[in-house]
């Protein structure tokens, strides 16, 4: 397992992946009280429209991802009183524009399979450089405007009232967002980002502690996910995204169920 | 010092006029309570004037400055209808939450400070949750929980309180303990206070000027020898009958 660590691919896989997990379930967090998690899967979906599209007019097909992925999100968040309508909207008119250029060229189909799954073993170092430089940016704004974010999300529109700027630093997070799905493509794929998103912070929410304790246990349950997931399906050549997903459920099980028997201990006792 | 001035504001939602014509004054000090039947446009005065809501027509005044370039927010709380219904899986200690009240336009992305802290077990202090400062806010109970909403207003040092509906369904124990703390914030500190109420006792033994709203809206002092009857009928309609009497209050003071 220690001789894994001496390749180099390996090694990028790891710290991509960790950066990757840091920043998932740190906004994940926020996604979660907010009851927007499905606002990310709508938005990756799309994304994968946005891919075809790239690779169709030989394009960076990250680029062209991203921004069809921040406009999927400005829609959604405009159609506010339809949100779960929106999403499926953007989702299926995401994933059919995909379709349609696939079935147009049928060249990138290998491609379009690690989008969709994830290819963490494949990161390279300059993808690498670029996850570090966005994760460092990402995270001066999470530690900066901790607070704001929690008032926002508590309660909207008090936070207005308050005097912060409440649509600036919602654009702002929107667009991390957008950045932080096209990143976790190469991690865990279109389809399964959702799960890197969510069930970290889900499972520190469990623990029932103060905020600041539950953004540090989302992030570590991230992190220790993603590790283990690649050490894992790495040593018994497995999917690393399906394994990565498979590892965290496990963990929120886990924590679900002691929460649970602490629960009912406090009660017996 | 006029802290709220309102000139012949007009309000409009749905396509229904739901304040009209109004015209009142604040002054620094005072301690106001807003009464009215459901519907009748309470919540929407308090968020026009909080600039929240559009006008149809009329200015607004805070602090003597007209509400488009008001900025000084950090001079008011505001304390939202329901504020004490949130969702008890936040995962947030009333400390950290109570320090919130000290974010404002003036300190985006700034660190709390020592004295900050300080401010946050000030109010923590005055308000008397200190012991439940580390609980989780869905583990306190309905009555520590309108005290730590006092609690994060007040760390914004703020020169005016806006209350809507801070204690609905609440027992009369719980309701009396509140109104003493927004009772001694006023006389002891000096904050000029709002506060949307439906408890027209507490109103009325407690609160200096009242304000009815039912579209139109009408404020009076409330003094010994004020006509309480026809201060409600103007809100709730002609039949309306409360049975009230100024002296009633004062043992109740007396003990405070």
């Given at each position: 397992m220690i001789e894994l660590l001496s390749y180099q691919f390996f090694q990028n896989a790891i710290i991509g992946g960790c950066l990757i997990g840091i920043i998932c379930s740190w906004i994940g967090l926020f996604l979660v009280l907010r009851r927007q998690v499905m606002i990310v899967d709508g938005a990756a979906h799309t994304a994968f429209g946005g891919l075809a599209l790239g690779l169709l007019l030989g394009i960076d097909p990250f680029i062209t991802a991203l921004i069809i992925v921040i406009i999927s999100i400005l829609i959604i968040n405009k159609m506010k009183a339809f949100t779960d309508s929106a999403i499926a909207l953007m989702l299926a008119i995401g994933f059919s524009i995909g379709l349609i250029i696939i079935s147009i060229t049928r060249g990138f189909s290998i491609d379009i399979f690690s989008y969709l799954f994830?290819?963490?073993?494949?990161?390279s170092r300059e993808e690498l450089l670029i996850i570090s430089i966005v994760t460092i940016f990402i995270a001066i704004f999470l530690l900066l405007f901790h607070k704001e974010l929690i008032a926002i999300t508590f309660n909207e529109r008090n936070a207005r009232i308050m005097g912060i700027p409440v649509d600036l630093i919602s654009n702002i997070f929107n667009l991390i967002i957008a950045i932080t799905i096209i990143l976790s493509i190469k991690i865990v794929g279109v389809i399964l980002i959702v799960a890197l998103i969510t069930i970290p912070a889900l499972t520190a929410l469990q623990?029932?502690?103060s905020f600041n304790n539950t953004v540090i246990i989302s992030v570590l349950i991230g992190v220790i996910g993603v590790i283990l997931g690649i050490f894992i399906s790495a040593l018994y050549k497995l999917a690393t995204s399906g394994v990565i997903v498979f590892i965290l459920v496990s963990i929120y099980a886990i924590v679900y169920l002691y929460s649970k028997i602490e629960i009912i201990k406090r009660r017996t006792s | 010092m006029k802290v709220i001035e309102v000139r012949n504001l007009n309000v409009m939602r749905n396509g229904r006029l739901?304040?009209?014509?109004a015209n009142f004054e604040i002054n620094k000090g005072d301690y106001v309570g807003i009464i009215g039947p459901n519907g009748g446009g309470k919540t929407t005065l308090l968020l026009t004037i909080l600039g929240q809501l559009p006008r149809l027509s009329g200015t607004i005044k805070l602090f003597e400055k007209d509400i488009e370039e008001?900025?000084?927010?950090?001079k008011i709380a505001f304390i939202p209808q329901d504020a004490i219904n949130f969702d008890n899986n936040f995962p947030i200690t009333v400390k950290e939450f109570v320090s919130l009240?000290?974010?404002?336009k003036n300190k985006i992305g700034r660190r709390l400070n020592k004295e900050d802290w300080e401010e946050v077990n000030k109010a923590l202090e005055f308000m008397g949750i200190s012991d439940i400062a580390n609980k989780r806010i869905g583990e306190i109970s309905i009555g520590q929980k309108q005290r730590m909403f006092l609690a994060m207003a007040l760390v914004r040092n703020p020169e005016l309180i806006i209350l809507d509906?801070?204690?609905?369904?609440?027992?009369p124990i719980t309701q009396e303990k509140f109104y003493k703390k927004l009772s001694d914030l006023n006389y002891k500190e000096g904050k000029t206070i709002l506060v949307v109420s439906h408890d027209l006792s507490a109103v009325f033994c407690r609160m200096n000027k009242v304000i009815c709203v039912n579209v139109d809206v009408n404020i009076a002092e409330i003094k010994e020898n004020t006509d309480i009857q026809g201060i409600l009928r103007k809100a709730y309609g002609e039949h309306f009958y409360f049975v009230f009497h100024k002296h009633e209050c004062k043992g109740e003071f007396e003990n405070d």
């Open positions: 994830g290819s963490i073993l494949t990161i623990i029932k502690t | 739901v304040i009209r014509n008001f900025n000084e927010w950090e009240g000290r974010l404002g509906e801070p204690i609905s369904n609440v027992d």
